[in-house]
């Protein structure tokens, strides 16, 4: 697949530290997504209520929303491998520490912590495939992709570790992610790039921002937040829609859940393939359009058939809008440290605060309300895709 796109016109170190990016990301969306699956083994095992373990996940995110600033702001004063060195050991001592303690106070610490990595982490491999691959929409597919697959996989290490090892299975799957977090390590020490210092001549603090200047930037970042502030509330609130809304039995709904995955996989794979070959702006519109639409028939039905069309079709259509939406910005991120970790901390906003909204919808007016209510952030993330084929017409014009 990658010898026919972006991956061919390489040179031998880019082609090094793609494919270290790849890895790399791939043992970030394993361990990004593993908390899910450990939650309730590590509530059990320590004793903690519904009240702490929800406040473990939401320490993980702020972690994860902190780490976009970090990112952006470290790799000027100690240079892009230092930093990222630096922030990624982060995880190292949050599993360890969920790994061996149940004060609730360290565990808040242990998974900040490991959201710090997991944004620094997004913020270096994003930044560093959009500047080796000159901004090709199928390389950050790609990368994506392969987030899904580690995603997608972390249940699977849990059950197997579990198996294995009974009541303390979790703790090896634990185990298991510091010891890929150390070969991430080692590839980050081992990676040929350019470091970003500061330019003490003729720089000024503008310069250093003038990204805020760039109307594509802004474009982007309409773009991404309301695309977060969908892709958030749809995979949280998905299977208690089904299940509220009497659709579905949980079993039903949780494998709807994980067909959604699938399907954004599927996607992120196609737009990998087609993301040279189409233009970006006909491609973000097909799919844009696709996740709009797809959702509009999944609220407007209640056949489990026509779900099951509506759910692999909203999960192929979302899979790429991330990824082909950040290269949009692709001048600003190569040409300023700081512009991708300021796109992540403002989407990760939209994605903090949808979910939210919606549930507040949904206790006051019904579960379909708050499901309802993610269509105003589709319809503006559309509005943001039409805005941006407007700059584009003209500029060539």
């Not at 593993?34 to 009240?51: C, M, Q, R, V, W």
């Not at 949780?254 to 996989?265: M, T």
């Not at 099951?308 to 259509?317: E, P, Q, R």
Request: hydrophobic share 55%; net charge positive.
């Amino acid at each position: 697949m990658l010898k026919n796109s972006f991956y061919q016109e390489l040179s031998e170190t880019n082609k090094y530290i793609i494919r270290c990016c790849f890895f790399i990301f791939f043992v970030n969306g394993l361990y990004a997504m593993i908390f899910g699956s450990i939650l309730p083994l590590l509530s059990e095992a320590y004793g903690l209520n519904d009240t702490v373990s929800g406040m473990l996940i939401s320490s993980h995110q702020a972690g994860n929303l902190l780490a976009g600033l970090l990112a952006g702001i470290l790799p000027v004063y100690l240079g892009r491998k230092n930093a990222i060195l630096f922030l990624s050991s982060f995880v190292i001592i949050g599993f360890l520490l969920i790994a061996i303690t149940g004060q609730p106070w360290l565990l808040l610490v242990a998974f900040f912590f490991t959201g710090i990595s997991r944004g620094s982490i997004s913020n270096f491999n994003n930044k560093t495939v959009n500047d080796v691959s000159d901004s090709s929409p199928a390389a950050l597919n790609f990368l994506h992709s392969l987030f899904a697959i580690g995603a997608f996989l972390a249940p699977f290490l849990v059950i197997l570790s579990t198996a294995l090892f009974g009541s303390h299975g979790w703790q090896v799957s634990c185990m298991v992610i510091i010891l890929l977090i150390l070969v991430s390590q080692w590839m980050f020490s081992k990676m040929p790039i350019e470091e970003d210092k500061p330019q003490r001549s003729n720089a000024t603090k503008e310069s250093g921002y003038a990204f805020f200047k760039d109307k594509l930037f802004w474009n982007t970042v309409i773009i991404l937040f309301f695309y977060l502030c969908a892709e958030a509330a749809i995979t949280g609130w998905l299977v208690k829609y089904f299940v509220d809304a009497n659709i579905m039995n949980v079993q039903q709904a949780q494998l709807l859940a994980s067909l959604l995955w699938l399907a954004i996989l599927t996607g992120r794979l196609l737009c990998t393939f087609f993301g040279d070959r189409l233009k970006r702006s006909r491609l973000l519109l097909f799919i844009s359009v696709g996740a709009s639409l797809f959702y509009f028939l999944l609220l407007s039905t209640q056949s489990f058939a026509v779900i099951v069309l509506a759910i692999f079709g909203l999960g192929a259509s979302m899979g790429g809008i991330y990824p082909t939406a950040m290269t949009i910005a692709g001048p600003s991120i190569r040409k300023y440290p700081m512009a991708m970790g300021w796109l992540l901390i403002i989407g990760g906003v939209g994605g903090i605060t949808m979910p939210i909204v919606t549930g507040i919808l949904s206790t006051n007016y019904g579960i379909f309300a708050g499901m309802a209510a993610i269509i105003v952030a589709i319809i503006i993330m559309l509005l943001g895709v039409t805005v941006y084929i407007f700059f584009e017409r003209k500029a060539t014009n």
